[in-house]
Structures are given as structure tokens and as C-alpha cells.
């Protein structure tokens, strides 16, 4: 793990430009791809080539992601301080990103995740 940080940290901020010492700390990425990943492989009713090629979409995806959320809290943050748009901004960015594994699941899987909601219905009536 710590040469994924390193490489992420040579690739994002060395390369850029920008100042390590007011770069913010990135939420972990192993906190969406645990979830999203772990569903993936869970899902029942996938064939295992549909499986792996949206599971390793979804990756590309949460990375993506990862890096976005990573430089809009680098462009929010000032050095010297926290500023009141970051402190703003920054805690709707993080509770939309916890959710981004639990959103690719339901569209990579909308069959699978319909039918877990609609079995309870099916044994109600």
C-alpha cells in the first residue's frame, strides 16, 4: 500500500507542481474499492466475463473519482488556512464519495439489485 501512495503522490503532486506542504491528506481510495469490489464478486446472477469487465470498469471509475475529489480539495483548501468555502464544501464532497461504490453497483448490477428488493414483496403477498 505504501508504494500505491507513493506512486499516487509522485503522479498527483510532484508532476503537477504543487506545494506538498499545502497538499491535503486524500481520503484512502481502499475505502470505496473494499465496498465496491466486494459487491461485485457477492452479485449473483453475472457472468463471470460481464463480472470482471465492469467490476475492473468500476475501479477505473472510482479512481477517477478518487483523483477529482483529491484535486477540488486541493484547489478548496488555502495554505495558510481553512477557508469558509472549504469548510463548506469539503464534507458534502466526502459523503458523496463514501456513496459512489454503493451508485456503481446499482448501475453495473440494476437486475441483480431490483430483484434483492422485489423478494420480500414477492413473499409478502
Request: hydrophobic residues 55%.
Amino acid at each position: 500500500m505504501a508504494f500505491l501512495g507513493q506512486s499516487l503522490r509522485f503522479l498527483v503532486i510532484d508532476l503537477a507542481g504543487w506545494k506538498p506542504a499545502c497538499f491535503p491528506a486524500p481520503k484512502p481510495i481502499l475505502l470505496n474499492l473494499i465496498p465496491f469490489v466486494s459487491l461485485m464478486v457477492i452479485t449473483e446472477g453475472m457472468r463471470m466475463k460481464t463480472r470482471v469487465t465492469r467490476t475492473a470498469e468500476g475501479i477505473l471509475i472510482l479512481f477517477a473519482w478518487h483523483m477529482i475529489l483529491t484535486e477540488l480539495v486541493y484547489l478548496l483548501l488555502d495554505c495558510q488556512a481553512t477557508t469558509p468555502m472549504y469548510e463548506k464544501l469539503s464534507v458534502p464532497l466526502y459523503l458523496v464519495s463514501g456513496t459512489i461504490p454503493f451508485i456503481l453497483w446499482m448501475l453495473f448490477a440494476p437486475k441483480q439489485v431490483a430483484s434483492l428488493f422485489s423478494r420480500g414483496r414477492k413473499k409478502a403477498k
